[in-house]
């Protein structure tokens, strides 16, 4: 290993794809990014992606050395390389290793892995997770992913798409999912959980709150965060629901892979105490005995760096570390 | 490796321990039985199995070499070595593999781990999970015990306590558990469950039954797969409602790793098709779209031998063979 070796990673995402080169260190030069294009075929963002990546390597220090291409996609499957039908992208299921193959020396490793499982990477590798063997990272977007990490292993599962337990079910007969069941987590516990929530509170209750003069759609995370700091109502009951149904169903993770740290990231992660504190009550109080107080509940530990770029490159970072 | 090693497998349980000599291919010698005796301690226990062990040995053929001795016992942690405030034994905490140590050479690796774990690695080395690298084990016996497989290594977690799908809740506010908490899976989902069950069924309903004649504690998973068989209504419901709680809950399972087969083993896992059937039903029908029928619902593979043992001994013989 060198201090020169430096790896691609790459964050494709349903509207903007970014990337940067990547040092053992995670130190990360060169970030820039380039419209996804959902809309045309996948080889295109991959000459793209090919072209882009070629120039800001062109500018950086001849004393790099390129080891590898890390990449995180939604729905991407590990083992075959392949993006199969995310919903953000008209893409069906695609070999993104493979198109990029094309451009790439075989003596370049490429690996692919879905978002949530990068992300848990780059924790280990640079985050919050150092030095952990046993840990869940779970990231609070649009939807609720998460990666699960034991005895410092991935958990990829047989066909290579482990890591859902955005659809585990948190209320039976609840609230209808994107994936056509119903009450699964993540219409609770994520961005768009959260402005259900709040829409729930708005038609049950009274109280005179901000939230009233926002339409369903210009709500986010960030709104309803901002107004609950302000004491909106509300707002605040909402993010106690959410942190109560969420901190329950991550006392049932828990009894899974008996993880060290529960780290929690993504947008409505940023609420930071607002979010954490019913989180880690509810879980608390209801975790099994043998595991009570032996778990953290952490945010990111990567504040200053690129998330997604840099669990991208943990994906290459991390076979270089435990092949030596 | 040689054809003439074996290792000492044994099952402490309750009531009685059990132990015998396995080879490589989970043949079993000179099986045999001891009581437990909970009420005395552990150290008596100790003493006592080794001397029928030394016993037993001695009747072997010379030719075997004892390699290993493998134990499954309840609330034990594979990394102390530790059987941890098991209810049916009056231990506190104790250290199993320490006492035994007194009475074997450094040389003879002695390892310790539950009961479930145990049978999960007996499937994988000599039953219905061969060849698989990702799988989990559910034992429904008194409780629900489980045991957890990812890329071929069994999940500790960072205690050693992991896999403890039994106390993930069910049904949220349910029945009391064992535990402390409501609605645990085990609650709805053993041989205790099922009994609890048909009480409920019986209060709720008017339907003749077998049920009837039996009292709470004169009732177990036998006496009511017997009924169901024979078409007793209340009987056969009980199952009907067991097997789908116990398949949704397994749905849910099925996001955390993904596994390519559950195996239910254990007391009540012997009612067969009126217990999987049901069971696999509520899977399937809630199972998400990317992992529906990748799943399989399998029996145990050891039908003639016996699981405890096997799987004890399976501790020892999966270590000697991963560092081959």
Redesign the interface.
Known sequence: MSKSWVVLGVDIGGTTTKFGFVDMYGKCYNETSLPTRADEPAEFLVERLHQAAESQWDALDEEFQLVGIGIGAPNANFYKGTV?NPPNLKWGVVNIVDLLRKFYDEEIPIKLTNDANAAALGEMQFGAAQG????IVITLGTGLGSG?V??G?M???????????G???A??NGRACG???KGCLETYASASGIRRTVMELLAEKTEPSEMRSISFSEMNGKVIADAAKKGDPIAWEAFQKTGKTLG?AL???I??????AIIMIGGLAQAGDLLFKPTKEAMDA?T????KG?VKLLPSGLKNGNIAILGAAALIWHEILISE
Chains 1, 2 share one sequence.
């Open positions: 199969e952990m063997k046993d840990f699960i034991v005895n292993e958990v990829y599962g047989h066909d290579g798409f482990a890591g859902e337990i659809h585990t079910v209320i039976r994936c056509g069941r329950l006392s049932d993770a009894n899974y892979t008996s993880p060290e209801n099994l005995n043998i595991f032996k």
